[in-house]
């Protein structure tokens, strides 16, 4: 079963608090993306890992960092929230050959207070 | 760079309407086009893409996409929608040269019934 699964899918921060977010997916998919997604500003990428320690910042990485030290996961680190980190942060992977298909996790609601 | 453009934020349809989504790009090379769904508090799921061929491309749930070069567009439709097709559609666009995916703003198709 092709599957990208989120934890924690909620969670509560105070701010200057570290967060991890975890990602798995049990495809063997290379390619890996965190994004997070804003009323009104639709998805944004934040990090994308091409494989194993291989990651390039997206649009917005400031205030983030990852790190993929297996296929199948990818972890989204939060040092020290802002308030304005809260967001619903999705995890996406993709077989490269495959084109333009993504498959997603269903999210991390991340509230910073 | 890559840009999608859906030029409707809201859509509202009765139950066994026809609908068109509306979806326009901008890259000079190859592209992968694809659509998304959105359930309302879940992750975005793949309904269809395209990369060469037939441009009209069929995707699940009676979902279709026509791709024209001459307009930079890849709208999608449905002849006739169901109240379970009310959700936000995304429309994303890829490079062949790269694995960085552009998503449109999203479009919240509402299914009166």
């Known amino acids: 079963d092709m599957k990208v699964t989120q934890m924690p899918r909620y969670l509560i921060k105070r701010m200057g608090e570290n967060v991890l977010l975890e990602c798995g997916q049990d495809?063997?998919?290379?390619?890996m993306y965190w994004y997070r997604q804003d009323p009104g500003l639709g998805l944004q990428l934040i990090y994308i890992?091409?494989?194993?320690?291989?990651?390039s910042e997206g649009d917005i990485p400031k205030g983030y960092r990852v790190s993929r030290k297996k296929r199948e996961h990818f972890s989204l680190i939060l040092d020290s929230a802002k308030t304005n980190q809260t967001s619903v942060y999705f995890c996406a992977s993709s077989y490269e050959r495959s084109g333009n298909t993504l498959y997603f996790g269903e999210g991390s609601r991340l509230i910073v207070v | 760079t890559q840009t999608v453009s859906q030029s409707d934020a809201h859509v509202t349809v009765f139950e066994g309407d026809s609908v068109e989504l509306r979806c326009n790009y901008s890259y000079g090379g190859s592209i992968y086009l694809s659509w998304y769904i959105q359930h309302h508090g879940h992750g975005l799921q793949f309904l269809l893409k395209y990369y060469s061929g037939n441009p009209v491309v069929q995707g699940v749930n009676g979902f279709e996409a026509e791709f024209s070069k001459s307009d930079s567009s890849f709208h999608l439709r449905k002849a006739s929608v169901h109240w379970s097709d009310s959700a936000v559609y995304f429309c994303a666009v890829r490079g062949n040269s790269n694995n960085r995916i552009f998503f449109g703003d999203g479009t919240q198709l509402v299914v009166k019934p």
């Open positions: 495809m063997s998919h290379e390619t």
């Open positions: 890992s091409y494989d194993v320690d291989s990651n």
